[in-house]
């Protein structure tokens, strides 16, 4: 017996009930964006090596899909879809001056190690903000984040804000060298604050530093955190990082969005490209964040084209299993079903245009000698179609709802 393939570890196939989910989810929130006045850009799915090399920020060489083309370039699977629009905006839009507002959906690629139990591909949905170095702009993707959030039907979630040069600035404070400034940036970003004043105290660092990694844990919450953060603020650049915040925050109140925004000072970001504010949004139902953006001024100088941008990813593989965890329901076109024969096939064409005429989606199949109505109703519900048209060929039809069982025939004179 011949051996059946399966999928790869870290991808599967989505199909049926869940890809229309999926899609219904990605085109909500395609809409949103579109509202916003943003416009689509694709971009290749494979790109040089150079366009994630170290020096952009992404994420390291190991974890690329990385391969070679006839003449011996290194081409690598995008794993981050920012870099790619970078690339191109810098080249498309050089003599631009006007802010450049963008869209995208598309697959991503990492190649994550196998005890991490992540899918190494994923649908990501997002937004780029080319050109504006400014509060509004900032303002207006997290607005777009919390308002996309909320037309898929999340009631509950949060998007915590955070500002790179803050947490920055305080690890430069520390006086330590690159690699314990690395070591401390990972345990705050793991939440191990006994680990950050362990290394601190071995360090020699000065008490009103390891006085300021103290108050980190405290600095998550409401606005009010951002007073607070300005007590700690080691110089200029986290004084002025915090009073951002504050006018972002403002802004916010006025797109009616500051109730699902909160403050994360020990924020660090998941990528190095990032300059300015840095988010995450969360849900139930997923370990991890659903979106996760920032400012990145100087991405763009690597490609050529010197301008501030920012923008958001949303993973949509995980917005759609969050759904489902909340039992939040996704609306879907609904499938029917028109069970024919070969003396019914121009009633049952008929009848499917009429349908599809008004939107609906329509699967006729043709009962053969041997399937009974209820082999055929088994394979609608395993279809997850909705509802079952049976036509006779006296001119009668039954009508059957998949998900109630309820039946309805309708006598031939009403048909006519």
Same mark, same amino acid.
């Given at each position: 017996?011949?051996q059946k393939?399966h999928t790869p570890?870290g991808?599967?196939d989505i199909?049926?009930?869940?890809?229309?989910?999926?899609l219904? =989810?990605?085109?909500k929130?395609?809409?949103?964006?579109?509202l916003?006045?943003?416009?689509?850009?694709q971009t290749?799915?494979f790109?040089?090596?150079d366009?994630?090399?170290?020096?952009?920020g992404t994420?390291?060489s190991?974890e690329l899909y990385?391969?070679?083309?006839?003449?011996g370039?290194?081409?690598?699977?995008r794993p981050?879809i920012t870099?790619s629009?970078a690339?191109?905006?810098?080249?498309?839009?050089e003599?631009?001056?006007?802010? !450049?507002r963008?869209?995208?959906?598309? *697959?991503?690629?990492? $190649?994550?190690?196998?005890?991490q139990g992540r899918?190494?591909e $994923?649908?990501q949905?997002?937004?780029?903000l !080319?050109?504006a170095d400014?509060v509004e702009?900032d303002?207006?993707?997290l607005s777009?984040?919390?308002?996309?959030?909320?037309k898929?039907g999340f009631?509950e979630f949060? =998007?915590?804000v955070?500002h790179?040069?803050?947490?920055? @600035?305080l690890l430069?404070a520390t006086g330590?060298?690159? @690699?314990?400034?690395?070591?401390?940036r990972?345990?705050i970003? #793991?939440? $191990?604050?006994?680990?950050v004043e362990?290394?601190l105290e &071995?360090?020699?660092?000065a008490?009103?530093i390891?006085a300021?990694?103290?108050?980190?844990?405290e600095l998550?919450?409401?606005?009010e955190?951002? &007073?607070k953060?300005? &007590?700690i603020?080691?110089?200029?650049?986290?004084? %002025?990082a915090?009073?951002?915040?504050?006018?972002?925050y403002r802004?916010?109140?006025y797109?009616?969005?500051d109730?699902?925004?909160?403050?994360?000072?020990?924020?660090?970001g #998941?990528?190095?490209?990032?300059t300015? !504010?840095i988010f995450r949004?969360?849900?139930?139902?997923?370990g991890?964040?659903v979106?996760r953006?920032?400012?990145y001024?100087?991405?763009?100088e690597?490609f050529g084209?010197?301008?501030p941008?920012?923008?958001?990813?949303?993973?949509?593989?995980?917005? %759609?299993s969050?759904?489902s965890?909340?039992k939040?329901s996704?609306?879907?076109k609904?499938q029917?079903? !028109?069970?024919y %024969?070969?003396?019914?096939?121009?009633?049952?064409?008929?009848?499917?245009?009429e349908f599809r005429g008004? *939107?609906?989606c329509?699967?006729?199949i043709k009962k053969?000698?041997?399937d009974s109505?209820?082999?055929?109703?088994e394979y609608?519900?395993?279809?997850?179609?909705y509802?079952?048209?049976w036509?006779?060929?006296?001119g009668s039809l &039954?009508?059957?709802n998949l998900?109630t069982?309820v039946?309805?025939v309708?006598p031939a004179r009403e048909?006519?």
């Amino acid at each position: 017996m011949e051996q059946k393939l399966h999928t790869p570890e870290g991808v599967r196939d989505i199909y049926t009930k869940e890809c229309r989910k999926k899609l219904a =989810v990605q085109e909500k929130l395609h809409d949103l964006l579109h509202l916003y006045g943003y416009q689509d850009i694709q971009t290749p799915t494979f790109e040089y090596f150079d366009v994630f090399r170290k020096e952009i920020g992404t994420i390291s060489s190991k974890e690329l899909y990385k391969f070679f083309d006839r003449e011996g370039n290194t081409l690598v699977l995008r794993p981050d879809i920012t870099p790619s629009i970078a690339r191109a905006a810098a080249t498309l839009f050089e003599e631009e001056d006007f802010p !450049i507002r963008l869209c995208y959906v598309g *697959n991503t690629f990492i $190649n994550h190690s196998s005890y991490q139990g992540r899918l190494k591909e $994923n649908t990501q949905l997002g937004a780029e903000l !080319i050109g504006a170095d400014t509060v509004e702009a900032d303002a207006e993707l997290l607005s777009m984040v919390v308002d996309g959030l909320k037309k898929i039907g999340f009631p509950e979630f949060q =998007v915590m804000v955070g500002h790179v040069d803050f947490i920055r @600035e305080l690890l430069d404070a520390t006086g330590l060298c690159e @690699e314990a400034t690395e070591e401390i940036r990972s345990l705050i970003t #793991n939440r $191990n604050y006994f680990g950050v004043e362990e290394i601190l105290e &071995e360090e020699g660092a000065a008490e009103e530093i390891k006085a300021a990694f103290r108050m980190l844990p405290e600095l998550v919450g409401g606005v009010e955190v951002l &007073e607070k953060a300005a &007590e700690i603020a080691p110089g200029m650049h986290a004084k %002025t990082a915090v009073e951002r915040l504050q006018r972002i925050y403002r802004i916010l109140q006025y797109y009616g969005v500051d109730g699902h925004v909160s403050f994360d000072l020990s924020m660090c970001g #998941n990528y190095m490209y990032y300059t300015g !504010i840095i988010f995450r949004a969360y849900t139930y139902g997923t370990g991890d964040a659903v979106v996760r953006g920032g400012r990145y001024d100087h991405l763009l100088e690597k490609f050529g084209k010197s301008t501030p941008s920012i923008g958001f990813a949303m993973i949509v593989d995980d917005l %759609t299993s969050a759904l489902s965890r909340q039992k939040i329901s996704v609306e879907t076109k609904r499938q029917h079903l !028109i069970v024919y %024969t070969e003396k019914t096939l121009k009633w049952a064409v008929s009848l499917a245009r009429e349908f599809r005429g008004k *939107n609906r989606c329509v699967e006729l199949i043709k009962k053969e000698d041997g399937d009974s109505r209820e082999s055929v109703l088994e394979y609608g519900k395993r279809m997850q179609a909705y509802s079952m048209l049976w036509l006779y060929e006296d001119g009668s039809l &039954e009508m059957t709802n998949l998900e109630t069982g309820v039946r309805k025939v309708v006598p031939a004179r009403e048909n006519n």
